[in-house]
């Protein structure tokens, strides 16, 4: 009977030594599946950074400006364009270079008057004719420019008398059109008004250059909509 003791002791002893051996082994295990199952029940779904970046742009104003070689959308081509991205409070959050775009002497030879000595003036017939890039480049490298600002089909396209230089890009920049909002702020219909309603606010309006240079003219846009801002929508 002591035998048989001694035995089942034994036994009893490797047991519980072999499991206490296994339960140790186990128990990072058990601890880590138990903090992972804690961390899925608990954890609150959150945005994605790129989430988070296409909502703050939704407010975003994507400024343009082209020089043409004419009004006429059906006949005329661009030459110029610049682009300038602010917030909601027009403070300037990107801006691009000029883009130049090479055109055949027969678009800068055809060119009435005022704009064959404008742009002569300015410099950009001869930027024009020296330029490499083509329209389809300069397409791809402003929508390259303003997708990282922006929230898609949004942020709404603005400028003096934007429209005109709305059915231009529509016409050659489809695809730079397609990521905008289809409404527009035009700075120049607020001029409009402020011309009939507040005139003398109106006199007080900051003195532009008019280079007729597409960077030049945004930034003077934006100054101009800062302070019918500050002395009309307050």
């Not at 804690?38 to 609150?44: G, K, N």
């Not at 343009?64 to 959308?73: P, Q, R």
Request: hydrophobic residues 40%.
């Amino acid at each position: 009977m002591l035998y048989k003791s001694n035995v089942l002791s034994l036994k009893f002893f490797v047991f519980v030594g072999i499991n206490a051996m296994l339960f140790r082994k186990l128990i990072p295990k058990t601890r880590r599946h138990l903090t992972w199952l804690f961390r899925t029940m608990t954890t609150v779904s959150q945005p994605s950074v790129q989430e988070k970046t296409v909502d703050s742009c939704k407010n975003n104003i994507v400024w343009v400006d082209l020089e043409m070689s004419g009004l006429d959308v059906n006949t005329e081509h661009i030459l110029e364009m610049a682009c300038i991205i602010t917030d909601a409070n027009l403070n300037v959050l990107a801006e691009s270079e000029d883009l130049i775009i090479h055109q055949p002497d027969s678009v800068l030879d055809s060119m009435g008057e005022w704009c064959t000595r404008q742009h002569g003036e300015s410099g950009l017939t001869a930027a024009v004719k020296n330029s490499k890039i083509d329209l389809k480049t300069a397409e791809k490298m402003m929508v390259d420019f303003i997708q990282p600002h922006i929230s898609p089909s949004s942020c709404p396209l603005a400028g003096n008398s934007i429209h005109c230089d709305k059915q231009f890009l529509q016409k050659y920049m489809p695809n730079f059109m397609e990521q905008l909002h289809y409404r527009i702020i035009d700075v120049s219909s607020i001029k409009e008004l402020c011309r009939r309603w507040y005139p003398e606010t109106l006199n007080q309006a900051p003195v532009k250059k008019l280079t007729h240079r597409a960077l030049d003219d945004i930034r003077e846009s934006i100054e101009e909509l800062k302070f019918y801002r500050k002395t009309v929508f307050k």
